[in-house]
T-cell receptor, first 109, second 114 residues
């Protein structure tokens, strides 16, 4: 079983919609959690860290549920530019990232 | 700052050939790593280093060697290329220590082994 699991999608949503992605992880000793964004044929880039209390950055909200070992990402008011693959990332230390396979999002006009 | 740079951007090899993928960063990061990304597999860690002179294996190290003689450079060597090593290779770097360390990725090297 892979350590980090994500629904690969694709999620096709219209502009302005709200979309949510979930991710589960298997190692209860995991300490740090992130969402990375990867555009087609580009390198991954950090979207946001995920804190225990949940956190928000503009239209993006991340939640962590340690008891159920899952992480979520909510995108409100989707823009065309949000189309990308969203990677759930988990670590047991301060480096050596464990990546999910990614969830593909396509926002349509 | 150039950030993390990788060369070459594209490479085609024949089975059995060897080559080195270059990675450099100018952010004085202690931690550097190599990942490969394959369709349907996500990013998998090949090797990593927490400082000059220190390297360790990741999830898929077979067929690859690394060395870290300077803080800035972390080359990845393919000893005898195989078609199974056709992939996109990303180098990444970050600070060590602390709880949340953003990893910065290079633009990738797209390798095809025939």
């Amino acid at each position: 079983r892979k350590e980090v699991e994500q629904d690969p999608g694709p999620f096709n949503v219209p502009e302005g919609a709200t979309v949510a992605f979930n991710c589960t992880y298997s190692n209860s000793a995991s300490q740090s959690f992130f969402w990375y964004r990867q555009d087609c044929r580009k390198e991954p880039k950090l979207l946001m860290s995920v804190y225990s209390s949940g956190n928000e950055d503009g239209r993006f909200t991340a939640q962590l549920n340690r008891a159920s070992q899952y992480i979520s990402l909510l995108i409100r008011d989707s823009k065309l530019s949000d189309s990308a693959t969203y990677l759930c990332v988990v670590t047991q230390g301060s480096y050596a990232l464990n990546f999910g396979k990614g969830t593909s999002l396509l926002v349509t006009p | 700052n150039a950030g993390v740079t990788q060369t070459p951007k594209f490479q085609v090899l024949k089975t059995g050939q060897s080559m080195t993928l270059q990675c450099a960063q100018d952010m004085n990061h202690e931690y550097m790593s190599w990942y490969r990304q394959d369709p349907g597999m996500g990013l998998r860690l090949i090797h990593y280093s927490v400082g000059a002179g220190i390297t360790d294996q990741g999830e898929v190290p077979n067929g690859y060697n690394v060395s870290r003689s300077t803080t800035e450079d972390f080359p990845l060597r393919l000893l005898s290329a195989a078609p199974s090593q056709t992939s996109v290779y990303f180098c990444a770097s970050s600070y060590v220590g602390g709880k949340y360390n953003e990893q910065f990725f290079g633009p990738g090297t797209r390798l095809t082994v025939l």
